[in-house]
């Protein structure tokens, strides 16, 4: 048994339209296991959007990209799409910011937010993915915008030996510094009351090229997954201890590294022209992620007539930033001002428990309790590297949060009512510390504020027809702002950390109401959903620096899917999604201006069709075409003027000789501006990138 299934409800595979497998067989649904969840429902309970992509659906999708979030974008409509760099920076799932977890370990840093959260873990070791949409509480800090969950693969429960091997080879150019290899390798066997799996992986990218011909800029500040190695060692084992009870152990260790081998040639970005990159070692050190992730976790599937997990977890992360001559790193005692150069790193440690029990027909018939308590804490701190100074003190975030969740099955299970409440208890210890020069060297008080939320829940399913499902609901997320920026821009004297107000918690509350229709081939899914933050937070950057601003936000939108899988086997859809965002800029309790693109992912409309070729092979085109979108009260050079992306992927499945994969990138070769260059205010001439233009990937993996 697998311990994450008492934490987990079941949900079909087909409710994701662009999750559609290239070999699945479309007449039949599967259920699989959502563990970002903590209670056991079919697809027909749930009363919010849900999307599951399995193994060979993210295949198709890393088939014409190398990076796992640029993967997403397609298969996720309203996730803004991916920078085509070594961050998230600004990457929104409905308008904010998702809570990214392995196997249920929060790998995303709110304290102060270093925009590295997607990467983590390599997709070599990845099962599926879950996302679960809109503000929830489901597992605590973090899930303002939603919840992405990479699930890791698990041994064969035949017995079978797990031997798998796989190697991609891509190029932009087919130069040089335009080729880029990957190598992975899995092992994995379940013996009588044990298993385990083992696997590493390596990557190795050279320069991206634009649909021009010319090499894309490396971000000099964020870091970039260009110019890179990457290594990835993973490993699990589980021991079943009775037929009810597991233990299980997980570990990842992931360390992406710059190479440093190219410098960026500034373009113009007023005259729309990007910047590139040349040969040459630009200053400082490389960008780089360092993360690990250990957890053991424990079930037991029939306790007291319920189901009880528990899992305890420890979490390590550390990334080295792009830097340069900010007025913000300026300090005379070390360098004339103006010419100090220096680069930021984050360290951000955390260990936490989460204990669930559900049981079901508790009391009476048709209703289910799950309760239970997660325990968090959080250090992170940041640093200027080449200077060795503190720029954000060490922060401590402490906290506890109980909960529970009922559910009540009416009428032959047709009608579902639930309804759940999580108490947010928050301690965050900060010691005293003073800024850097930049900030005036600013004395600040340490403290130790607490705060304490109630985080409420409800929704309803109708089952109309057995074709046809209606659901509302209604939900708070919780988080913490990104309290770094505020504490390291502190730059007036007698300042408190109990009185910073801006360190006030984050609460959106998310109201969402759709439609899920299956008959015969045909799937048809829509949803409209509001979400509303009283005490918001939206980042200003001045002079190169990230600040924080407390304003009310409002953000609703619009989505839609329907595919029809033929007898033939061949598939097809269309999925639209459109948001729009709105803020309070003069503080008077009434939104007047539209959120930037740091925020707000552009309307999108996705397509797909996908069939059997012959005996073995398999194709797929898909065109996402993103809108344009002019923002109120913005700057005319940083409205959006919209692009759309063709990709083709080929595969060929041969029991002898493994699986073959041709998967072309944007391959009419578009030559464009990437989304948030041209919508981001503080994009300057180094940081104005072209996108990736037509990429070619032949990828083999043969199981033995």
């Known amino acids: 048994m697998n311990w994450r299934k008492p934490a987990a409800y079941i949900v079909a595979a087909c409710n994701s339209l662009a999750a559609s497998s290239v070999y699945a067989d479309v007449n039949k649904v599967e259920e699989v296991i959502v563990s970002a969840s903590r209670t056991n429902k079919p697809i027909t309970a749930i009363p919010n959007t849900v999307k599951v992509i399995d193994r060979e659906a993210l295949e198709s999708q890393l088939a014409t990209s190398t990076s796992l979030l640029d993967g997403l974008s397609f298969a996720v409509p309203s996730l803004t799409p991916a920078h085509q760099k070594m961050t998230s920076n600004g990457v929104t799932l409905r308008g904010r910011t998702p809570l990214y977890m392995a196997d249920g370990i929060p790998q995303s840093t709110p304290l102060r937010n270093g925009e590295r959260s997607g990467f983590t873990i390599d997709p070599a070791f990845i099962d599926r993915v879950e996302v679960i949409y809109g503000a929830n509480a489901i597992q605590g800090v973090g899930a303002t915008g939603g919840v992405i969950n990479y699930v890791t693969v698990d041994a064969p429960e035949s017995g079978d030996l797990l031997q798998k091997v796989a190697t991609r080879l891509t190029s932009d150019n087919f130069e040089g510094d335009g080729f880029h290899y990957k190598l992975s390798g899995l092992l994995g066997k379940k013996f009588d009351n044990t298993d385990v799996v083992f696997g590493v992986a390596h990557d190795v990218q050279d320069l991206y090229y634009d649909g021009n011909g010319d090499p894309i800029a490396v971000d000099p500040i964020q870091g970039d997954t260009m110019d890179s190695r990457t290594w990835n060692i993973f490993t699990k084992a589980g021991l079943d201890l009775d037929e009810y009870q597991r233990i299980e152990v997980t570990g990842n260790y992931f360390d992406l590294d710059g190479d440093g081998d190219y410098r960026v040639v500034d373009g113009n970005a007023l005259a729309g022209i990007p910047a590139t990159s040349e040969s040459g070692k630009g200053e400082g050190d490389p960008t780089y992620n360092e993360a690990l992730n250990l957890s053991v976790a424990y079930s037991h599937a029939n306790l007291f007539g319920g189901e009880l997990t528990l899992q305890g977890f420890y979490y390590d992360f550390y990334a080295l930033y792009g830097g340069g001559t900010f007025p913000a790193f300026q300090d005379p005692a070390i360098a004339p001002a103006g010419t100090l150069f220096d680069q930021s790193a984050l360290s951000s440690e955390k260990y936490g428990t989460k204990l669930t029990f559900v049981r079901d027909n508790t009391f009476w018939d048709g209703l289910q309790v799950a309760a239970g308590v997660d325990y968090l804490r959080d250090k992170t701190y940041q640093e200027l590297a080449q200077t060795d100074r503190l720029w954000v003190p060490e922060m401590i975030y402490k906290g506890w949060a109980p909960f529970v969740q009922l559910e009540q099955r009416l009428m032959d299970d047709r009608l579902r009512v639930s309804a759940g409440a999580r108490f947010e208890n928050v301690e965050l210890e900060v010691p005293s510390f003073t800024t850097v020069a930049g900030a005036n060297n600013t004395f600040v008080e340490g403290g130790e504020p607490s705060f304490e939320e109630l985080l409420g829940n409800a929704g309803v399913v109708f089952d109309v027809t057995e074709d046809l499902t209606l659901f509302a609901s209604y939900a708070e997320g919780f988080t913490m702002p990104d309290a770094g920026l505020i504490l390291r821009g502190v730059n007036t004297p007698g300042q408190t950390i109990d009185d910073l107000v801006d360190l006030q918690p984050v609460v959106a509350d998310n109201l969402e109401t759709g439609i899920n229709y299956r008959r015969g081939g045909l799937d048809v899914a829509a949803s409209y959903f509001w979400s509303d933050s009283d005490l918001g937070s939206r980042i200003l950057v001045v002079g190169g620096v990230g600040q924080l601003t407390r304003q009310k936000t409002e953000i609703e939108g619009f989505e839609i899917s329907a595919a029809y899988h033929f007898e033939s086997g061949v598939s097809t859809g269309i999925a639209y999604s459109e948001l729009e965002g709105r803020f309070d800029s003069d503080g008077d309790g009434s939104v007047d201006k539209d959120l930037d693109g740091r925020n707000i992912a552009p309307d999108r409309i ?93 990828g083999w993996q043969k199981t033995f």
């Open 606 to 698: 996705n397509l797909y069709v996908e069939a059997p070729l012959a005996t073995g092979w398999h194709g797929r085109l898909q065109y996402a075409r993103l809108l344009d979108r002019d923002f109120d009260g913005g700057l005319p050079q940083h409205d959006f003027d919209g692009y759309g992306l063709l990709d083709a992927v080929i595969s060929y499945r041969n029991e002898q000789l493994g699986d073959f994969t041709l998967g072309i990138e944007n391959l009419l070769d578009e030559e464009y501006i990437t989304y948030y260059s041209q919508t981001l205010t503080y994009v300057n001439d180094s940081t104005y990138f072209a996108g990736r233009g037509r990429a070619v990937s032949l």
